[in-house]
Every structure is written in structure tokens, then in C-alpha cells.
T-cell receptor
């Protein structure tokens, strides 16, 4: 089954606006991590939220987790052009023998100056 | 933030040739992972490595792939006889302990012609 599906697939906003990306998954998880990837570059870790946590903040980032709905959201407030990137959620599923991450397809965010 | 390094950053090879991708994990990290990302697609787990042996591998990780930690610092992924469909970005990742943040290297972009 698919694990970690983000929506929307693409999002275009004006600088200064907030951006919200959602992630759904199918199996029970230990934790969920959000990553950012600039075009053709590496994966930059943003936030890890554990299954017993509901919300975490880091600077302009806010992540929520609803395990009953098997979903998470990433909110970027006061977006900047430099936030333009693809954003991925990745889950560490219960039962994944070596805690490997399962990634979604990502949301491509464009922030227009 | 701790840094994982990978070499080379880019590699072009002919189909059927062997390639070795190298990773220098964060010191004191004991769990190592390889992932790949075909252009425009999601990041996929290949293999995990702990205590000098493979912990788990995906169906992608067939007999053409191998991993080793030859000298206690480098962590390598070898593809014995490359195929066109092996063209992808390959990422190494390490967490400090299982279920913690996985720190990704910048990736090696492999192009098989």
C-alpha cells in the first residue's frame, strides 16, 4: 500500500502568504518526518514528530499529526521566495524492520516574489 | 547540523559498467541507509546496514547491488552491472539511533547511458 501521500501535488503562493501541505499514510507509525528538497539537490530535514505528539514548531514551520486520521500537515508561515522547493513527508512505520523511511511523492511549492 | 558527505556528486557510466558510490556517515552513527530517487519520482528505500551487515533490503536491491563498510568510515554502494533504469539520484542517510532523524547526504546523481 502507498504510504505518505502528500497533497496538493503542487502549490503556488505569493510571498508572505502561508503554505499548507498535507500528508496521509496508511499504516501505524513510530514517527513522521518532513524534508525539503531544492530542485535536483539533497534532502534537508525539517521536523520529526513522534506518534505520541500532536504538534511541533520550528521557526516558521508548524507540523501537526493526527494519528486517528493518519494524516499530518506542514504549515509554513510568512513564506519567502527561498522556500520554493519540494516538500516530502516520510514515515517510519511500525513493523518496518530497520526503521527505514517511506516517502510520499511530495508537494512542489512555488513562492512568487 | 551534522553532515553526511557523498562522492562523487555526479557520475556518468556506460550500461554494464560497475559503479561504486561512496558515503561518509556522521561519526558515531551506527545505522546506515541507501535510498534512491528516479527523476521526478519519490525517494525509495534500498537497503539498511547495521553492525557490518545488511539489516533489510527492498525488492529493488537485487543481486546487482551490494553494500559494505570497508574501512570503518566510508559506506559504499556498488552496482555491478549498471542498467539504464539505474539512472537516479542515490542518497545515503544515517540517524544517531533508530527512530531518530535520518540525516541525508547531498546525493550522487548517476546517469547510465
Amino acid at each position: 500500500s502507498q504510504q505518505g501521500e502528500e497533497d496538493p501535488q503542487a502549490l503556488s503562493i505569493q510571498e508572505g502568504e502561508n503554505a499548507t501541505m498535507n500528508c496521509s499514510y496508511k499504516t501505524s507509525i513510530n514517527n513522521l518526518q518532513w524534508y525539503r528538497q531544492n530542485s535536483g539537490r539533497g534532502l534537508v530535514h525539517l521536523i520529526l514528530i513522534r506518534s505520541n505528539e500532536r504538534e511541533k514548531h520550528s521557526g516558521r514551520l508548524r507540523v501537526t499529526l493526527d494519528t486517528s486520521k493518519k494524516s499530518s500537515s506542514l504549515l509554513i508561515t510568512a513564506s519567502r521566495a527561498a522556500d520554493t522547493a519540494s516538500y516530502f513527508c516520510a514515515t517510519d512505520a511500525v513493523g518496518a524492520g530497520s526503521y527505514q523511511l517511506t516517502f510520499g511523492k511530495g508537494t512542489k511549492l512555488s513562492v512568487i516574489p | 547540523e551534522p553532515e553526511v558527505t557523498q562522492t562523487p556528486s555526479h557520475q556518468v557510466t556506460q550500461m554494464g559498467q560497475e559503479v561504486i558510490l561512496r558515503c561518509v556517515p556522521i561519526s558515531n552513527h551506527l545505522y546506515f541507509y541507501w535510498y534512491r530517487q528516479i527523476l521526478g519520482q519519490k525517494v525509495e528505500f534500498l537497503v539498511s546496514f547495521y553492525n557490518n551487515e545488511i539489516s533489510e533490503k527492498s525488492e529493488i536491491f537485487d543481486d546487482q547491488f551490494s553494500v559494505e563498510r570497508p574501512d570503518g568510515s566510508n559506506f559504499t554502494l556498488k552496482i555491478r552491472s549498471t542498467k539504464l533504469e539505474d539512472s537516479a539520484m542515490y542518497f545515503c542517510a544515517t540517524p544517531p539511533t533508530p527512530r531518530e532523524t535520518q540525516y541525508f547526504g547531498p546525493g550522487t546523481r548517476l546517469l547510465v547511458l
